[in-house]
């Protein structure tokens, strides 16, 4: 892979197809000290939301640990809109130790923090204690924007809870089918389907009348 051609198509703002596609391949690139601080670069200065996202995802294969620190740090940057990006890329780092670091931002005095952080949240959250907390904010205060990413974010962790749950009970078995289509499957398998008589009948003028039954029948394998 060269990675002189991805740096160069990852600051050719002329090509958004190439910068996406420059920062996605940046992740299978280790020990690299200058990809990585590339990434970062595009996560706190690329106006593109799809760029910075891309280079995100990419430094959560890269460096995990660093981008969940670095990003846990800038929210308490004095720069808005540093600390906005940082409170959405921790959402789509979706490390789930940022969760009590969005939280916080949640009680932010800036709408554009606690909206960011209410998006965040319905990415990272996973638990009712998440939704209380959000459903705190559903007090008829806060501006439409945030009352429907409120209302978003909570759907989204009510059905990953929802799917968190329905696999645990329907956890599969070693010892027997999930259910009875399965089991049918398993018993009738490979074998002819047993054989029953088929009786025909006619239409006489006051009724139906059996005329017989057929003598013979041959089965065809499944």
Do not use: C, W
């Not at 198509?9 to 002329?14: F, R, S």
């Not at 004095?78 to 969005?102: F, S």
């Not at 009875?180 to 054989?195: H, T, W």
């Amino acid at each position: 892979m060269d990675i002189r051609q991805l740096m160069n198509d990852i600051y050719d703002a002329n090509n958004p197809e190439n910068q996406y596609k420059a920062a996605y391949q940046m992740r299978y690139i280790k020990d690299n000290s200058r990809v990585v601080h590339t990434l970062f670069d595009a996560g706190y200065e690329a106006k593109d939301p799809k760029l910075q996202q891309e280079a995100v995802r990419s430094l959560g294969v890269l460096a995990p640990d660093e981008a969940l620190n670095r990003f846990v740090k800038t929210t308490y940057n004095l720069n808005l809109d540093k600390r906005r990006r940082a409170y959405y890329h921790l959402g789509t780092l979706g490390d789930p130790r940022g969760t009590e670091e969005v939280l916080k931002g949640l009680l932010d005095h800036e709408e554009a923090i606690r909206k960011a952080a209410v998006t965040s949240l319905g990415r990272l959250g996973s638990d009712y204690r998440i939704i209380n907390e959000l459903r705190k904010l559903q007090n008829g205060f806060e501006p439409p924007d945030i009352l429907f990413a409120v209302q978003v974010a909570i759907e989204r962790i009510q059905k990953r809870i929802d799917n968190s749950k329905r696999r645990f009970n329907e956890k599969p078995s070693f010892n027997k089918p999930e259910n009875g289509r399965a089991k049918d499957r398993l018993a009738n398998a490979g074998y002819p389907k047993p054989y029953k008589p088929v009786t025909t009948y006619t239409r006489p003028q006051n009724g139906f009348t059996k005329t017989g039954t057929l003598k013979s029948y041959t089965p065809k394998l499944i």
